[in-house]
């Protein structure tokens, strides 16, 4: 299967600071790539879709202000949580679509653990 | 609003035994259907995908679509200790123009040696 990366894989930063994390599809080219988080016990929840090139869809309740998503170039997504608090601490994931055996699949990053103090 | 539904266990199977994942969806535009195996502390890895009604195998893993009924379902065979996961089922629907993958809550499986 096709390889998605991110960096970091875990950070810890203090309330009101910003975090970038970076999104990489390494061994394809993806026009779409998807942010999700997940909270302990809790399935995923898509936060936004990033097209490359053109500005990014939030889901409902997903505030685009604090949310920063570029889509620079079909191998990288970078999502930027700005004035982190408590309450951003989560699993964020991202993930990347290919087309492979007759139908779009999608593919996983190994997640970032964000930890706000 | 779009659903996916999953019995969220938790499913304890005996070692060497056939474990019985469902799922059910809403949407009846729904075209591609995955099956996704989430270790705890892990992201999701994909195990499997299906769109035509019907079953696929690959190695211990079935897939099983009834797009009349609407329902997927993953069977795992000769089940093993490291199969104990969380399994998610989702389901690329259209939203709003767009073809996004709808998550089950998972269902948590697991192995007892």
């Known amino acids: 299967g096709a390889v998605v990366s991110q960096h970091p894989s875990w950070v810890i930063c203090k309330s009101g600071t910003s975090v970038k994390i970076e999104c990489r599809s390494l061994?394809?080219?993806?026009?779409?790539m998807f942010w999700y988080r997940q909270f302990p016990k809790q399935s995923l929840m898509l936060m936004a879709t990033?097209?490359?090139?053109?500005?990014?869809?939030?889901e409902q309740g997903v505030e685009k202000d604090k949310f920063l998503i570029n889509h620079a170039s079909l191998t990288l997504s970078t999502l930027t949580v700005t004035s982190a608090h408590p309450e951003d601490s989560s699993f964020y994931i991202c993930?990347?679509?290919?087309f492979g055996q007759g139908a779009w699949e999608q593919y996983f990053g190994p997640g970032t653990r964000l930890t706000v103090t | 609003q779009k659903e996916v539904e999953q019995n969220s266990g938790p499913l304890s199977v005996p070692e060497g035994a056939i474990a019985s994942l469902n799922c059910t969806y809403s949407d009846r535009g729904s075209q591609s259907f995955f099956w996704y195996r989430q270790y705890s502390g892990k992201s999701p890895e994909l195990i499997m995908f299906?769109?035509?009604?019907g079953d696929k195998e690959d190695g211990r893993f079935t897939a099983q679509l009834n797009k009349a009924s609407q329902y997927v379902s993953l069977l795992i065979r000769d089940s093993q200790p490291s199969d104990s996961a969380t399994y998610l089922c989702a389901v690329n629907t259209p939203i709003q123009g767009a073809q996004k993958l709808v998550f089950g809550q998972g269902t948590r499986l697991t192995i007892n040696p």
């Open positions: 299906i769109y035509s009604n």
């Open positions: 061994d394809f080219q993806a026009t779409t």
């Open positions: 990033s097209n490359e090139g053109s500005k990014a869809t939030y």
């Open positions: 993930s990347a679509r290919a």
